[in-house]
Every structure is written in C-alpha cells, then in structure tokens.
C-alpha cells in the first residue's frame, strides 16, 4: 500500500459525526463508475500519462469500469499496463471513511470484520472514523511462483494464538494483501506465473466475494476492484492462467505498443529521465523511437516476446548520459546530446531484445543495422530538402571533420569553421524559436548533417576507437 498521507483535520472522527455530514456509503466499483463518468461530462483527463490508448485500449477500459467488471488487461511487455492499472485508483474518491484501526479497511456504515462488528456493537455512533486518501487504497502484487495463499488471502496469526485466543477465533486471523485492499482496487501484476492451487484461492473473492482462511468459513463480503495482467504468450499459448479463473473476470482488454512514431516519440519525452540534465535534441529522439519501432518489426527478433517501451527509455537516457560524461572529460558547460552518443546504446539495450535463434551472435550486427536505418530515416524527413551543399563543399579541397564521445562540441565546430546556411540547419531541427541557439546544439545539428550525408553516401566515414573522420 501506498502512503504517506494524513486527512483532512475537519473531517468527522465518529459515526454519529460522519452521519450527521450526509455522507453516502457507495461500493467501491459504483464509486469508480460514477466518478468516471462526471470526469467524462466534465471533459477531464481520464488516465493521466496515458499515450497511444486513446482511440483503443481507453474505451475498451471505461466500458469495463462502467459495467462493474473486474478486468484482465493482456499484451505484451512494456506496454504500459502496470502504469494504466495505477491510473484507475485516481478514478476514487480523494478521501474516504473507515473504521479506525481496522485491518481491511471496514466502511462505518456497513462493518464486516470480527473485530469492526464488535467495535460498533460497542461504542454506537461513538465508533471511532479515519480517513483513508485514494493512493492508500491501491493494493499491488507481483505474481511469482513462489506467492502463497498466506501472502493474497490470509493465515493464522500464531502470536495471536500464543496471546491465549482460541484456535477458531476469527481475530486470529492475519489478513493478507486482498482483504487489506477492501473498498480498493487491487493489481495483481503476471497473473499467469501464480501457481493453479493460488488461482484457485482467487475464485470466491471473484464471484461469491469471500474468503476462506486454514478451514475458516470467513464470511466476508470485500468490496475490491481487482485488476490483473498478463503476457498473452503465457494467456493463451500455455493457458496458465486456469479457467474457472478467466471465466470470473468480466472484461479481457488487449493493449499494444503506440500506434504512432508521434505517439513513441511522446512516450519518450515523458518517461524519460531527462529533466535537469543535458540537452537531448528532438531529432535524437525521433531516432530512438524510429530504432524501437524497427526492432519490434525486425525479422531478427522474436515477435512473441516484443519490445519494451522501457528499450527506448533507457536508450534516450543512456544517450543523454553519454553526453555528460563527454561533457564532464572535456569541460563542456552545456552538454548536448550527438549522434555520437548513439552507437553505445547499442551494447546497453542488446539484453532487453529476445533474438530468433538463428541470428545467434550477430545481435550487435543487427541493432547497429537498425539504429543506422533510423538514423537514415530521420535525417530523410527533417533535412531531406535542405541545402547542405555549403557542408559538401566543405568537403571538396580534401579538408576532414572529426567528432567523437570524446569530442567537444566547440572542438567539433572549429573543425568546420564558418558554415554559410548553419541558421538554417539549426531552425528546421530547432522549431521553437531560440531552443537551439547554443554551441553544443550547433555542433549536434552539423553532426547529425554529416551522419546522414555519410548514410547516404555522400560522405566517408573512418572510425578508430572513440573518434570519427568525416571526409569525401
């Protein structure tokens, strides 16, 4: 459980107070419902930082939310599933009532546990009221093969037992992740990878919405949404999830990768950690997500276990990195990021990519393949129709252009000299007006020309160890 957060001092702090302000008990799949559909009129983000769902998985989602469902959500690695089903406990009210101390989260009105019921029986509207904030009201689990039906539902408390209580007191009981997620929504991350009998334990809390805990008839009735993932290579093709389990669920939604490069680009910009460090240029981007969508599509690769999003996150991240180690070697004060920073993500990225068996030993070959066909389509789309003939002609008595990790962009642009049209250059990768005018941005916008002239055989290109040549 997430938490860290203390309400509101005006809140009511007994039963009779919490009656008298007129609040009304909602369950918690009502309260989901309801409050997604007054975010809908009202025009509000639904799903925050959410990106490529938009036309496909949302409403899919919202249709399962509406009716109540509890809902499996199916695709492939990285594609945002985790953080969508995090996305739905915003969808709960900011505050909400409960008994205070109790362990699964009992509503004052409508007490179920042992403890509540003689907790209220007791006091009257004197019942004690805390304030329970949405982010403590999600509940996550990652499925592993060694979870037990301890860790989900519940055990018997032995120091509880030690205590003096008897054996079939129902207060020995030690609650596990489910019922403390009651009046909540509760992710059960690789479904799949529990094992059949922990399934089975999940099959009253599904549809009779009760648990049995060591011989325990516990009639208790939880309030929970819960939402599970799952590969679809272990869904389908080895049906490890058991089927009265998936016949419980009401709604399967299938996710994908983004639909779009905007859509990846965008995902990008979001997820990565860039914010304070170097200068990472929007065409260095577009070559990562251009490199990941090329991969995903490669022949090479195995397309059952796909291509996280996380590939290209840490490939803009380990660019950006590579710029600032350049930066702190050669006393650069703005690091900007380069094409030279991209050929090392090509070695961090190789272990998140599932080759097909035959292109053993040649997975170096085939990323540094792609990564410059994506350079080659970048350079196509944002300089395609520019006038670099002032960087050819640079070119035409003999003269050689060096760059590198360990070149400066100051040293970089002094190989170049004065450069007619570099204003123009500048702009067409730099929209915003002023986003480019640095050194470092320069010399990132002449090394990207020079790359893409060298990709399109308008250039040589001779590499030893960490510096470059460009010549004719």
Known sequence: MISGHTAANDLPTTLGALRASGHVHRPVKTEVRENLLRRMRAGEERFPGIVGFEETVLPRLERALLAGHDVVLLGERGQGKTRLIRTIATLLDEWSPVVEGCPVNDHPYAPVCARCRRLAAQAGDDLPVAWLHRDDRYGEKLATPDTSVGDLIGDVDPVRLAEGRSLGD???????????????????????DLAARIQ?????????????????????????????????????????????LKDRFGAEVHTHYPPELEQEIALIRQEAALDGGPVVPDHLVEIVARFTRLVRDSSSVDDRSGVSARFAIAGIET???????????????????????LP?????????????????????????HLLRRATAETFRRTLGGADLTALTDLFADGAAVVSGELVSGAELLRGVGP?????????????????????????????????????NRRLSKDTVQDRTVYRT
């Open 200 to 244: 089975v334990a999940l099959l009253n809390v599904l549809e009779e919405r009760d648990v049995q805990i060591r011989g325990y008839a516990l009639r208790l009735p939880l309030d929970v949404l819960l939402v599970a993932s799952a590969n679809p290579e272990d869904y389908t093709n080895r049906g490890r999830i058991i089927t009265p």
């Open 319 to 341: 660019a950006a990195a590579s710029a600032e180690r350049r930066a702190a070697l050669t006393g650069e004060e703005h690091p900007v990021a380069r094409v030279c920073d």
């Open 344 to 368: 090392p993500i090509v070695d961090t990225l190789q272990g998140k990519v599932e080759f097909e068996v035959g292109e053993e030993g040649r997975e170096t070959e085939v990323l540094a």
């Open 419 to 455: 450069l007619p049209g570099l204003a123009d250059l500048i702009a067409r990768l730099s929209p915003e007006e002023g986003a480019g005018e640095t050194p470092g941005f320069a010399a990132s916008a002449v090394e990207f020309a020079l790359e893409g002239l060298y990709l």
């Open 170 to 192: 129902p207060e020995t009981v030690h609650y596990g992740l489910v019922p403390r997620a009651n009046r909540g929504v509760f992710c059960l991350n690789e479904l799949p």
